[in-house]
Protein backbone atom coordinates (compact mmCIF):
# COMPACT_ATOMS: atom_id res chain seq x y z
CA UNK A 1 0.00 0.00 0.00
CA UNK A 2 1.64 3.45 -1.04
CA UNK A 3 -0.05 6.82 -0.05
CA UNK A 4 0.34 9.84 -2.14
CA UNK A 5 0.11 13.11 -0.53
CA UNK A 6 -0.22 16.72 -2.22
CA UNK A 7 -1.46 19.84 -1.30
CA UNK A 8 1.09 21.58 1.25
CA UNK A 9 2.49 25.25 0.95
CA UNK A 10 2.93 28.54 2.06
CA UNK A 11 -0.04 30.68 3.04
CA UNK A 12 -0.96 33.42 5.28
CA UNK A 13 -2.49 33.21 9.02
CA UNK A 14 -6.37 33.06 8.14
CA UNK A 15 -5.79 31.37 4.73
CA UNK A 16 -6.89 28.16 3.43
CA UNK A 17 -4.83 24.65 2.15
CA UNK A 18 -6.55 21.48 1.23
CA UNK A 19 -4.36 18.14 1.68
CA UNK A 20 -4.99 15.12 -0.74
CA UNK A 21 -3.79 11.39 -0.35
CA UNK A 22 -3.57 8.87 -2.47
CA UNK A 23 -3.54 5.67 -1.78
CA UNK A 24 -2.12 3.78 -4.75
CA UNK A 25 -3.24 0.45 -4.54
CA UNK A 26 -6.46 -1.54 -3.48
CA UNK A 27 -7.75 -0.32 0.31
CA UNK A 28 -8.15 -3.75 1.29
CA UNK A 29 -6.30 -4.43 4.28
CA UNK A 30 -7.05 -0.48 5.69
CA UNK A 31 -10.27 0.31 7.00
CA UNK A 32 -9.42 4.37 7.80
CA UNK A 33 -7.13 6.89 6.86
CA UNK A 34 -5.69 9.84 9.50
CA UNK A 35 -4.21 12.82 9.31
CA UNK A 36 -1.05 13.40 11.55
CA UNK A 37 1.38 16.43 12.16
CA UNK A 38 4.71 16.81 13.33
CA UNK A 39 6.42 20.32 14.01
CA UNK A 40 10.35 20.98 14.28
CA UNK A 41 11.33 19.59 17.86
CA UNK A 42 7.71 18.25 18.57
CA UNK A 43 6.55 14.49 18.63
CA UNK A 44 3.66 13.58 15.89
CA UNK A 45 0.22 14.91 16.93
CA UNK A 46 -2.85 13.82 15.38
CA UNK A 47 -5.12 15.52 13.65
CA UNK A 48 -8.05 13.90 12.02
CA UNK A 49 -9.05 10.66 11.01
CA UNK A 50 -12.40 8.84 9.18
CA UNK A 51 -13.20 5.44 8.46
CA UNK A 52 -13.84 4.36 4.52
CA UNK A 53 -16.95 3.20 5.88
CA UNK A 54 -17.59 7.12 6.79
CA UNK A 55 -19.64 7.67 10.27
CA UNK A 56 -17.87 9.80 12.71
CA UNK A 57 -14.63 11.96 11.64
CA UNK A 58 -12.59 12.17 14.53
CA UNK A 59 -10.60 15.60 15.10
CA UNK A 60 -7.88 17.11 17.21
CA UNK A 61 -9.20 19.50 20.09
CA UNK A 62 -6.34 22.32 18.46
CA UNK A 63 -8.06 22.17 15.05
CA UNK A 64 -11.88 20.91 15.40
CA UNK A 65 -14.09 23.62 13.84
CA UNK A 66 -11.20 24.77 11.15
CA UNK A 67 -10.19 21.69 9.70
CA UNK A 68 -12.63 18.95 7.76
CA UNK A 69 -12.23 15.49 6.15
CA UNK A 70 -13.76 14.16 3.19
CA UNK A 71 -13.11 11.11 1.06
CA UNK A 72 -13.55 9.31 -2.10
CA UNK A 73 -13.58 5.76 -1.81
CA UNK A 74 -13.76 5.10 -5.48
CA UNK A 75 -10.65 7.26 -5.73
CA UNK A 76 -9.44 6.27 -2.59
CA UNK A 77 -8.35 9.37 -1.54
CA UNK A 78 -8.91 11.52 1.51
CA UNK A 79 -8.90 15.08 1.79
CA UNK A 80 -8.08 17.39 4.86
CA UNK A 81 -9.10 20.69 4.18
CA UNK A 82 -7.85 23.39 6.64
CA UNK A 83 -9.28 27.11 7.10
CA UNK A 84 -8.19 29.83 9.30
CA UNK A 85 -4.67 28.70 9.50
CA UNK A 86 -2.68 29.65 12.08
CA UNK A 87 1.17 29.99 12.83
CA UNK A 88 0.79 27.16 15.28
CA UNK A 89 -0.68 24.67 12.25
CA UNK A 90 2.70 24.78 10.28
CA UNK A 91 4.33 21.62 10.21
CA UNK A 92 4.96 18.08 8.07
CA UNK A 93 1.41 16.78 7.61
CA UNK A 94 1.56 12.90 6.66
CA UNK A 95 -1.60 10.73 6.15
CA UNK A 96 -1.73 7.01 6.95
CA UNK A 97 -3.68 3.95 6.76
CA UNK A 98 -4.60 1.29 8.69
CA UNK A 99 -6.57 -0.66 10.63
CA UNK A 100 -7.08 1.28 13.72
CA UNK A 101 -9.66 0.47 16.52
CA UNK A 102 -12.20 3.52 17.43
CA UNK A 103 -10.04 3.63 21.00
CA UNK A 104 -6.66 4.29 18.74
CA UNK A 105 -7.89 5.73 16.11
CA UNK A 106 -6.11 8.97 17.13
CA UNK A 107 -2.63 7.10 17.99
CA UNK A 108 -0.02 6.88 15.40
CA UNK A 109 1.16 3.20 16.13
CA UNK A 110 -2.08 2.05 14.73
CA UNK A 111 -1.80 2.84 11.23
CA UNK A 112 1.18 0.75 9.18
CA UNK A 113 1.49 2.80 6.22
CA UNK A 114 2.25 6.54 5.87
CA UNK A 115 2.34 9.10 2.91
CA UNK A 116 6.27 10.68 2.65
CA UNK A 117 4.66 14.03 4.14
CA UNK A 118 3.82 17.64 2.82
CA UNK A 119 5.35 20.68 4.80
CA UNK A 120 2.40 23.31 5.26
CA UNK A 121 3.69 26.87 6.71
CA UNK A 122 1.94 29.71 8.04
CA UNK A 123 3.70 32.94 7.49
CA UNK A 124 2.93 36.18 6.58
Known amino acids: VQLVESGGGLVQPGGSLRLSCTIS????????MGWFRQAPGKEREFVAA????????YYADSVKGRFSVSSDKAASTMYLQMNFLKSEDTAVYYC??????????????????WGQGTQVTVSS
Open 50 to 57: RRWSGGTT
Open 25 to 32: EDTVGTNA
Open 96 to 113: AAGRPIISTIRTAQAYNN
